[in-house]
């Protein structure tokens, strides 16, 4: 395991950064500007306005400038562009894909497994990822902020079974620090809470997110944290990235990274071991590798259980035991997340 507290990580030669919350406001929503900083214009044949008015564009340029001029199959661009095969409809793919209406026990909260609650913070992103399986979710009416989040305070209080809470969304770090420490003061009241989890891609997408605030707030909070980033691919860590990811692991989070598996991403030998390989390069513990969630809008994204079982086995071949995430999917109403094996 890698030590829950380290030195604090060297800052790297970069020109300063401005706020977090300027670099949010600051994000591209133009496909077509997009693509223009990429010399990619041709492009813009793919870009469909269906898609965008489902599902917006939203980049933060921290995560553009990682993408590669003039690469039309560029593995971070292919990931936030939206395109004309998000318009089709394809057999067996859902606007809720992993059952979270099923499993809500309140407004913004989910449960689905023994122990574990998932809190829905927010429903804001600093980036949209195409392949979002809450991409459709009805944030609107579905979020836990509602009645300065009274309701889903009681109902995790009410279940002395839950002993861990994550924070998801949208990416819960989208909210202000403030916000996120009213929310764990009022969490820390409640007994039988042992531990706290915060998926978030800010971290990867949004480095200057991990600001001296939001620090300080880790540092003081009374469980263990695990962090979990999103990163699909190797491009997408940077010195900036590599220095906030560092900062997280010297407040003493444990740092995990949870990939999805996706066609003209990351469905090579190479790319995954090159994946794994940065990621604990900087600090980050592979974890899991999911099948694509089928969620409406994403089919082009999907590989074959049979190719995803034959990268794995690679992987495992190719790489020590600690950098090889577990393969599975999520299936609704499942226990826990289901491994993938060649007779699932």
């Not at 939206?82 to 409809?89: A, S, T």
């Not at 989208?174 to 971290?203: F, V, Y």
């Not at 066609?263 to 999911?290: C, M, Q, W």
Request: net charge neutral.
């Amino acid at each position: 395991m890698i030590p829950a507290r380290t030195a604090q990580p060297k800052i790297p030669d970069l020109q300063p950064s401005l706020p977090w919350q300027m670099q949010w406001r600051d994000a591209i929503r133009d496909p077509h500007e997009l693509l223009a900083l990429l010399g990619l214009e041709s492009l813009a044949t793919r870009v469909s306005a269906q898609a965008m008015q489902q599902f917006a564009l939203r980049v933060p340029r921290a995560f553009a400038v990682r993408m590669q001029a003039g690469n039309r199959n560029d593995p971070l661009l292919r990931q936030v562009l939206p395109i004309d095969d998000e318009e089709r409809i394809v057999p067996g793919f859902a606007l809720d894909a992993v059952g979270d209406a099923a499993a809500k026990a309140a407004d913004g909260l989910i449960h689905k497994y023994q122990g574990r609650a998932l809190l829905i913070a927010t429903g804001s992103c600093a980036i949209n990822c195409r392949y979002c399986f809450r991409r459709h979710f009805p944030y609107a009416r579905e979020t836990a902020a509602k009645n300065g989040w009274r309701d889903v305070l009681a109902a995790i209080a009410a279940d002395d079974s839950i002993e861990e809470v994550l924070l998801s969304g949208g990416d819960p770090l989208s909210l202000g620090t403030q916000k996120l420490a009213d929310l764990t003061a009022q969490l820390a009241a409640i007994p039988h809470i042992k531990r706290l989890r915060i998926h978030s891609r800010l971290p990867v997408v949004l480095p200057a997110r991990i600001d001296a605030a939001l620090l300080k707030w880790l540092d003081a909070l009374p469980w263990p944290v695990a962090f979990v980033i999103h990163a699909n691919h190797a491009n997408e860590f940077d010195d900036a990235v590599d220095f906030a990811l560092g900062q997280l692991r010297a407040s003493g989070a444990l740092l995990l990274n949870q990939t999805v598996l996706l066609k003209g991403v990351n469905d090579t030998i190479d790319a995954l071991a090159a994946l794994s390989e940065r990621s604990f390069a900087a600090g980050v513990l592979p974890y899991y590798l999911h099948q694509l969630d089928r969620v409406q809008g994403a089919a082009h994204f999907e590989v074959s259980d049979a190719r995803a079982l034959e990268l794995h086995a690679q992987l495992a071949a190719r790489l020590s035991g600690y950098l090889v995430p577990r393969l599975v999917r999520e299936v609704a109403g499942d226990s826990g997340k289901r491994p993938l094996t060649a007779s699932a």
